[in-house]
C-alpha cells in the first residue's frame, strides 16, 4: 500500500527505510505524534483561552482526518500487531490526546473528575466515527459527532 500511494517501488522505500516496516511505522508515528502536539496538544494545554482551544482541536481533528475520509493511523496500529512493537508510543498518543482535552476543560472551570470523564468520552467518539464513518461510507457521520462533541463541551464549560 506505501509502494502505491508514494508512487515508489519497494527497493525505493526499503533504500530509505533499511529497517523496513518497522522502521516505516516508527516514522509514520514520529510525524503523527509531532504533529498533534504541535496542532492540537500543545495549545490545549497552553491556550490562554481554553474554550477556543477546544474548537481549535475539533477543526484540527476535522482537517486532520479530512472530514471522516481519513482513518487513524495510531489506532489503526493500536489494533494490529504492529501494536506490540510500539505499545508505549501508542498508548502515550492516546493519553496525551485525553489528558489535553482534560487540562483545556480543567483551565476553563470544570471539575477534574468531570473534566477528565469527558476529555476520554471525546477522544473515544472521535476514534469510535472515524471507524462508524469508514464502515458505513458516511464520511458526514464524522461531522456531526464533532458537532455534537462542540456542543457538549461547550455545555460543560458553560455549566462550571
Known sequence: MIARRTGLGKGSLYHFFPGGKEEMAAAVLTE???WFEARMFRPLRE???PAAALRAMLAQTDAYFRSGRRICLVG???LSTTRDAFARRIDAYFAAWRDAVAAALARAGVARGPSLDLAEETVTAIQGALVTA???Q???LFGRT???LAARLEAAIAAA
Open 76 to 78: 489503526a496500529f493500536a
Open 47 to 49: 491556550d490562554p483561552d
Open 146 to 148: 464533532l458537532a455534537r
Open 134 to 136: 469508514s464502515a458505513l
Open 138 to 140: 458516511d464520511p458526514g
Open 32 to 34: 503523527i505524534e509531532a
